[in-house]
């Protein structure tokens, strides 16, 4: 099974989104090359712990026989100083190597010499920091042992690239680099690499979100390496195997596999690895007295650890699960770690280590209020941090900072961390969505804040017409962060537009909701920017939101209204008086989180709802979109749907007759039931351009891209299936100006479901889209969407 999951695997690797790879793993070539040995072998007196002794050993060979034994000689020795973190001796070590190499004749052996030396090269580059020289050298290496036909070295540089590229945040350039990988081992036989390739292909998977593929990975690289009665890599898998079925809720399961992972290793730091990783899932489920009885063999069994990059990391794990968690109340305990971990990273020469180890110590100090220790401790991170090209880390600590002087009470200084904290997130948008789920990432917890955190400082009792203008950008920002993490891709085209510049007559409306209030920016033509806020928690305003929705959906009037007029009352009523004088005919609203569950021109002020007062138009953002006015000359109409239960889901008999009257007002072509399929849905769509494309299915919308859908007669189209779908990527000559989902719903449970169907719609490239957010009846959709379409001139 494991060879036909490998095949199917390679075959989808290539079309994924960017990628997340272990950043700590780095995959080791042969711990010590064969050398001609008289009397004492090193790699055994290695084996044995007996490092010094294998030095000796190797240090009297260097000065023996022909040169390639001495040049094999120094790369072993170079390679045991790097293990051992003797990392000047190991660069010594390796360019004596290379001068000797360099002597020999015969071209296929100076090549392996040189390019075993580059592969110790390229690790120390990686121990150091150095990923940029890190990813060159690999690529370099992995073509001159593809050169010689030595496929398992190839390999090992090609891994070892693509973790380099990863922890550079080059996530799509180190996809290329797997799907490389993959394919070399296709039709190779089992092996060793095969099962490290799996493996990592699993954690790329997960990285993306993708973890039922990953679990495939996972499994297929498990069952070769026990059919191949391999000692080591077993476990490795299994934790692997652990982290992946935590993330799909399978609690239990990775519990078991972490266990699994302990009890077959016979590394104490992946053992480490799987007793984290317990304690993590005990701490998740609040299991504190179990957790906290774990804590002090741990703890001691991580002072047993050699200086390696494994010993900084688990330090690191550890001190970030006592950090988040009430384990222990011991602030010395914490620090230690992160100490013990900073100093082992400075011998390394890790920057990015140093970097997390001093920042978390600072994050550890702002917890327990030490504002000043915090605050030098956090710059020191940020200097450590931005020596890096791409430093995906750099803004925590510029969070951290802006929180530390929102703090004090110091706005400007917080306000100015704060907005570099974003500019680096912008700086990283093309790589941040996809950074690993091993690293516990969370849009949720870990970038949105630092939107919403700057918008609250702007939008200060003291803002200035300057703060506005700046929190406006923020909430776009924030809008087109969202969707980049929907997508776990930054490809959406950015495009700024000016309200002027859309239409004299509209508002723009940005409410956004805080935790402990709800703040609103309006942009009116020719005006300053305006602010207002009410004093509501995010509870209540979540409550009413859900209340409202709840009430719309089932046709209940009790108590619909009044939370109807509250909304209204937060949202609009300060500005309604304005929007009478200026003229405004359309309010073009950004909605925030929850409010893109209900439909705002339902929002009621106690005489009409807003529908009733002006046109309501929701955009996801300004910047994805270009209005313009329809021309109604030479529309072209598609129109699909299905009448039949298909799949589950329930028939829609008044979806015929509803496609036939919007064909008599608007003459085009329809694809009903058996040839609503998604191929020749998308042959039409290339065929010719539509400025109005009408599907009346079954789907649903959801926060997750993996569960957005629409219903086909033979299939379900997801959301990344859409730009394909919609021709995007031929670039039609013309967007479709309206696109309508007249029988779909959203997610019941998910309150940010209907960000799936903003991801429809710029997916789709619509300008303008038309969808129900639940189910609705068929005959009152059939009636609303015949009376919704005008009566337009055939196109010619």
Known sequence: MAHLQLGLLIAIVIAVNPLA???????S???????????????????????????AVLKNLTRQGGLAPRATAWRNLAFLYTKTGQLPLAQDAINQGLAIAQEVTAQ??????????????????????????????????AANYKQLGDLEKQLHATLNQANALQSLGLYKQALKVMAHATSELQTGEDSPIK??????????????????????????????????????EPAETLVSLAKTSRLQGSVNQAYRYYQQAIKSTPSPTLAIQGRLGQME????????????????????DLSTLSLSQGSIHSHLALGRILIKSDLTPDITTISQLFTTAYDQAQQLGDRSAQSTAIGLLGQLYEQHQQYDEALTLTQQALVLAQGDLVSPISYQWQWQLGRIYRDQNNRTESIRAYRQAVDSLQTLRSDLVAISADLQYSFREEVEPVYRELVSLLLAPEATQADLIQAREVLELLQLAELDNFFRDACLEVKPV???????????????????????????????????SAPIPKARIELTILKLKRNLASGRTRGLLQDAENMYDWLIKPIATELKTQGIKTLVIIPDGSLRNIPLSALYDGEKFLIQHHSVVVAPSLQLIEPQALNNQNVQLLTAGLTEARQGFSALPNVGEELRQINAKIPGVTLLNQEFTESRLTQNLQDQNFQIVHLATHGEFSSQAKDTYLLTWDDRININELSALFNQDQKQ??????????????????????????GVAVRAGARSTLASLWYVSDEATSLLMTNFTPTLPPAR
């Open 21 to 27: 790879i272990d950043p700590a793993r780095s995959l």
């Open 29 to 55: 070539p042969p711990v010590l090359s064969p050398i001609a040995l008289e009397r004492t072998d090193p790699e055994i007196l290695f084996n044995q712990g007996r490092v010094n002794d294998a030095i």
């Open 108 to 141: 296929p052996q100076q090549l392996t010499l040189t390019s075993d030396l580059q592969a110790v090269q390229a690790q120390l580059y990686t121990a150091t920091g150095q990923l940029e020289n890190a990813v060159e050298l690999n690529a370099a290496i």
């Open 195 to 232: 099962v490290q390739v799996l493996r990592q292909l699993g954690d790329v998977w997960r990285g993306v979100g993708n973890l039922q593929q990953s679990q495939l990975a996972l499994i297929a690289s498990l069952e070769i390496a026990q059919e191949l009665n391999l000692s080591a």
């Open 281 to 300: 899932l005990l701490v998740d489920a609040g299991e504190l007295i179990t957790a906290r009885k774990l804590l002090p063999a741990l703890i001691e």
């Open 498 to 532: 000016q309200v002027d510049n859309i239409d004299p007559t509209a508002a723009i409306i940005y409410p956004i909701i805080l935790d402990d209030r709800v703040e609103v920016v309006v942009a009116l033509p020719g005006r300053e920017l305006i602010n207002y």
């Open 733 to 758: 000559v013309e967007p479709i100006e309206l696109l309508v989902l007249s029988a779909c719903k959203t997610a019941v449970g998910d309150s940010r479901a209907a960000l799936g169907l903003a």
